[in-house]
């Protein structure tokens, strides 16, 4: 097995970097997919539209100084020679120049904000004429390609080390010449991911991954083909056999092309083309970044305690440290968006990577054997799992759907907010004694990012009702699990669809998962003038042991 993981590695490492978008990332899908055939796999390479990396190299020059700063082009940085005085941006979140004063500039620039906050950041500086762009990376020396990855942006940008970056930032108000070049005949706007199937006797399906691209200028050793090299042996040890679930191992492109979201390209494609999968699967795993010298064996993951029992024997939980985690990420952040339990298989979260996304990830850094090892409880996971069904199910009756919460329903989620909780909201009751919206937002606005918060940081434990594909309602749980309680979170109805049973369903829903948790204490906390929320608690056996009072003042 470690003879067959070095090949894999050298090959994909001869192929080269293998940026999101470019020609290398489908030799190496190809690749992958001639590799899933000789096992007998049926593998197919499914096209999807994606952003492509097109840069070839950077030259960065300071007028005076005879010899260029060191550089590499930034993962989707675009071709273009400009020319302007350096200028220190600062960061995204903590800006040190004013944006109307970057016209004709070339930014030095430090990452790590959300890319939330730094892409329209970015994208605002470009249109006020900011002509280029350097990224001073966080190692001393190696330079990291990924820290900007953004194709909203049309402007040159280059990466250099910290070392280098101190340099340039000593020559603030010089002038610079950043060029940044574009490779011949580059590919379009386009990615893949291969796909191989491993048919099951029920309707189950359970999803193993690993992304087959890298970072720009990375080699990509660790990351991923360390990853795809586990996946194809874990592919070799499932070859032929039959389960309950049908095992669809996916080698996702674009993994790196992560948005605004973090989450993969690839695995967005993947479930994109399948609407229907989700209801389906029983959970995602995902292996990438193995085989890490200094990392520690670890699993992360999100699911409910079957899950949990089912994926993880006491094996497991000796030779892995468990962490869970809704932290939506990598391909596996795009199935929790979608309310499935994953397993990331990952042992590099937990020590420093100085070779991470830059032209040092190589294989004299990685652990063929740590890789082998990881195979066979990859493998005895994938078994337990590909024998259980789906640990969230989709409840149907009549028109409606009660179904686990996805990501994508967050403005059916705040419709439903602003329509049904009115008078039992507490900031709406501020908002008309106070007379003005607090903090300049409208109540609902207030309501809504509060609910939608607690939703993402808990997105398996709520549901939701559609109707003819829209959201109408919604109900969430919280477990305190030192205390050994289970609560019924934020929950409603819209107004339109009250009186039909739909409160009542999703609080069945909540009721069954927390006796699957394994709870058998129980509260919820309402508004005391909430008469219709609490006469449905009271159906559903709640006893009402005291209230609250809010008092609320201000100055004439």
């Given at each position: 097995m470690e003879a067959s993981i070095e090949k894999t590695v050298r090959d994909l490492l001869e192929i080269g970097p293998r940026a999101p978008g470019s020609w290398p990332e489908l030799a190496a899908a190809e690749y992958v997919a001639g590799r899933?055939?000789?096992?007998?796999?049926?593998?197919?390479?499914?096209?999807?539209?994606?952003?492509?990396?097109?840069a070839a190299s950077s030259r960065l020059t300071v007028e005076g100084v005879s010899e260029s700063f060191p550089s590499l082009p930034t993962q989707f940085a675009a071709a273009g020679d400009v020319t302007g005085e350096l200028v220190f941006l600062g960061r995204a979140a903590a800006p040190r120049l004013e944006a109307g004063a970057v016209a004709g500039r070339i930014g030095l620039f430090f990452a790590g904000d959300s890319h939330a906050v730094a892409i329209p950041y970015l994208v605002d500086l470009e249109a006020r004429g900011l002509r280029g762009l350097v990224v001073i990376s966080a190692h001393m020396d190696g330079i990291e390609t990924k820290a900007v990855r953004y194709p909203e942006l049309g402007?040159?940008?280059?990466?250099?080390?910290?070392?280098?970056?101190?340099a340039l930032l000593r020559r603030q108000g010089e002038r610079a010449r950043l060029v940044v070049t574009a490779v011949e005949a580059p590919r379009q706007g386009e990615?893949?991911?291969?796909?191989?199937?491993?048919?099951?006797?029920?309707?189950?399906?359970?999803?193993?991954?690993?992304?087959?691209?890298?970072?720009?200028?990375?080699?990509?050793?660790?990351?991923?083909?360390?990853?795809?090299?586990?996946?194809?042996?874990?592919?070799?040890?499932?070859?032929g056999r039959r389960f309950p679930?049908?095992?669809?191992?996916?080698s996702t492109g674009s993994e790196e092309n992560g948005g605004n979201d973090c989450c993969g390209a690839g695995a967005k494609a993947f479930y994109g083309r399948r609407p229907g999968l989700a209801e389906r699967t029983v959970a995602h795993v995902e292996?990438?970044?193995?085989?890490?010298?200094?990392?520690?064996?670890?699993?992360?993951?999100?699911?409910?305690?079957?899950?949990?029992?089912?994926?993880?024997?006491?094996?497991?939980?000796?030779?892995?440290?468990?962490?869970?985690?809704?932290?939506?990420?990598c391909d596996h952040g795009v199935a929790l968006g979608l309310g499935l339990p994953y397993v990331f298989v990952c042992d590099a979260g937990l020590a420093p990577r100085p070779c991470y996304h830059t032209p040092d990830d190589r294989a004299e850094f990685l652990d063929v054997a740590r890789c082998a090892w990881h195979v066979p409880h990859v493998v005895g996971m994938i078994e337990r799992l590909a024998g259980a069904a789906p640990f969230?199910?989709?409840?149907?009756?009549?028109?409606?759907?009660?179904?686990?919460?996805?990501?994508?329903?967050?403005?059916?989620?705040?419709?439903?907010?602003?329509?049904?909780?009115?008078?039992?909201?507490?900031?709406?009751?501020q908002e008309d004694y106070f007379g003005v919206a607090l903090a300049g937002k409208p109540w609902h606005v207030h309501k809504s990012s509060s609910v939608l918060a607690g939703f993402r940081a808990h997105p398996l434990d709520v549901v939701v009702c559609e109707v003819g594909g829209r959201v109408v309602g919604y109900a969430s749980a919280g477990y305190d699990e030192?205390?050994?309680?289970?609560?019924?979170?934020?929950?409603?109805?819209?107004p339109d669809f009250q009186g039909r049973g739909i409160g009542s369903a999703l609080q069945r829903e909540i009721a069954r998962r927390m006796d699957v948790e394994g709870y058998s204490r129980f509260t919820v906390v309402t508004m005391t003038h909430d008469l219709p929320?609490?006469?449905?608690?009271?159906?559903?056996?709640?006893?009402?042991?005291?209230?609250?009072?809010?008092?609320?003042?201000?100055?004439?």
């Open positions: 899933l055939r000789a096992l007998g796999y049926d593998a197919a390479i499914e096209r999807f539209a994606s952003a492509s990396h097109q402007l040159p940008v280059a990466a250099v080390s910290w070392r280098t970056g101190n990615s893949q991911n291969v796909v191989a199937t491993l048919p099951g006797s029920g309707e189950a399906v359970l999803v193993v991954s690993a992304h087959h691209d890298s970072a720009a200028f990375a080699p990509g050793a660790l990351d991923n083909a360390s990853g795809t090299a586990v996946l194809l042996e874990v592919a070799r040890a499932l070859a679930a049908t095992v669809l191992l996916v292996i990438d970044d193995v085989g890490n010298l200094a990392g520690t064996p670890r699993l992360t993951y999100a699911g409910c305690r079957a899950f949990c029992e089912t994926a993880f024997t006491a094996p497991i939980r000796e030779a892995f440290r468990l962490d869970v985690s809704t932290a939506a990420g969230y199910p989709y409840l149907r009756q009549d028109d409606r759907l009660i179904r686990p919460f996805r990501f994508a329903d967050a403005e059916g989620i705040a419709a439903v907010t602003e329509a049904a909780f009115g008078p039992y909201c507490m900031a709406r009751i030192a205390g050994g309680i289970a609560q019924i979170g934020n929950n409603a109805v819209h929320a609490q006469h449905v608690y009271e159906k559903l056996g709640y006893e009402k042991v005291g209230g609250s009072v809010v008092y609320l003042k201000k100055r004439v």
